[in-house]
């Protein structure tokens, strides 16, 4: 099966605790504190394997989570990092954020990374809060909870040479015929329902070996989404050359051609600014032996180069393969992906001290702020001095004044990231 969109949650690990511990030695009757920090937890990336070529492997297995960082321990003790994940993907893969529908990558190198949820960061131990007022704390920070996200992941074929046509038009059988590939193939619409891919032997002795793909048949309509060949469109963006495939034994192949391009333009209008080469196909049969002398005349008034075959015969493949030969770039250019770079879009927001405070439908006061999430998500609120520096945070950051100017009162309960807190007159507000 051919799978060429999917989404994925990736949830990268959490943060390790930090250790709130003390020195506990003989003859060491006030040892100082000594807790440990949390280790980081794992980090989930996004690896380019040239060896595949779908993402059937996401069919069924759509969840994935990283390790969580351990928790620190006395002595000094860190906790063990969380072991980190990596997931192959094939070459031509987009990346995007579902919740923003953001480009986060577009991965087409070999061997090329790009990190998609980065695991929490440990929480620190005691030690790193001692002061010389305060020479005991008993507070540490908890691990901070690693990025969460859905994904969308869509496949765009990596091929030198792109098939496009109306249904039943030939490409399965032109395919079959410049290669090795063994497509099925059968006299009705709609025959083929997914990309088939296949080396193209260009009969020649300068080593170039470029990949063909036969696209789904396209109908009027496609690019609004009618007919099936309408969601496999993008398979075409990446190729070098597009090979139109016109059924010559039709009833009407000059308008058969044009329903393609015009489909091809109102899905990307720099489709039809690349090298293209029209196929006229089953040249062996009467009616498009008949059209054909009309139509090699209009195509070569469009500037557009134009070979009758019959691909079921083998007739004319030879002039076809001399035709894209022309046409395609040396083999050193072949050797590297039509796109040559792929474009990775780094999206790491720097921690400020910005926030908000929002009225959520249930009455809760909502605050957003990457920074105060984070210090809210770090905080163990059993622990009666962490909680207090939480309060102080509020204070500094300038939160607490803006909860009492928007009237929030005891008891009202209080969401900031995945905390849920119930504000308290004491110590936090006062007349």
Do not use: C
Request: proline share 6%; charged share 25%; no cysteine.
């Amino acid at each position: 099966m051919f799978l060429d969109q999917v989404r994925i949650l990736v949830h990268a690990g959490d943060g390790g605790d930090g250790a709130a511990t003390f020195r506990r030695e003989a003859h060491v009757p006030r040892g100082g504190p000594d807790g440990g920090d949390g280790g980081r937890g794992g980090s989930i990336a996004l690896r380019v394997d040239p060896g595949q070529t779908t993402l059937r492997e996401y069919r069924d297995h759509r969840h994935f989570k990283a390790g969580s960082g351990g928790r620190g321990t006395g002595s000094k003790r860190h906790g063990k990092a969380g072991q980190d994940l990596s997931l192959a993907i094939p070459p031509g893969t987009a990346v995007y954020d579902v919740a923003t529908g953001a480009l986060l990558a577009d991965l087409v190198s070999v061997e090329q990374v790009t990190e998609v949820a980065r695991g929490g960061r440990g929480g620190l131990g005691n030690v790193h809060f001692t002061t010389a007022i305060h020479r005991a704390p008993k507070h540490a920070q908890k691990g901070e909870p690693g990025e969460e996200r859905w994904l969308r992941l869509e496949l765009r074929l990596l091929a030198d040479v792109g098939l496009v046509g109306l249904p039943n038009a030939g490409k399965s059988t032109l395919l079959a015929a410049l290669t090795a590939a063994t497509p099925k193939i059968a006299d009705y619409p709609f025959t083929t329902l997914e990309p088939n891919l296949g080396v193209l032997d260009l009969g020649l002795e300068d080593g170039r070996r470029p990949t063909i793909a036969d696209v789904p048949g396209l109908i009027e309509g496609a690019s609004t989404g009618l007919g099936l060949g309408h969601a496999f469109l993008r398979h075409v963006e990446r190729t070098r050359v597009l090979v139109h495939v016109v059924d010559g034994s039709s009833r009407d192949p000059e308008w058969d051609h044009q329903v393609i391009r015009d489909e091809l333009a109102a899905h990307d209008p720099a489709l039809l600014e690349r090298p293209l080469l029209v196929a006229f196909n089953k040249i062996d049969l009467p009616a498009a032996a008949a059209a054909w002398p009309a139509f090699q005349q209009a195509r070569e008034r469009d500037g557009l180069a134009v070979v009758a075959v019959a691909a079921a015969r083998g007739d004319g493949l030879a002039e076809l393969r001399a035709a894209l030969a022309a046409m395609l770039p040396s083999a050193a250019e072949l050797g590297t992906p039509p796109e040559p770079a792929g474009v990775v879009v780094h999206t790491i927001a720097g921690v400020d001290d910005g926030f908000s405070v929002d009225l959520e439908p249930d009455g809760a006061f909502r605050v957003s702020g990457r920074r105060i999430e984070r210090i809210a998500s770090q905080t163990d609120f059993e622990n009666e001095e962490s909680a207090e520096r939480f309060q102080h945070d509020l204070a500094r950051l300038g939160i607490e004044a803006e909860l009492r100017r928007r009237r929030v009162a005891s008891g009202d309960t209080v969401r900031i990231g995945r905390v849920e807190l119930e504000w308290d007159r004491q110590p936090w507000e006062a007349d």
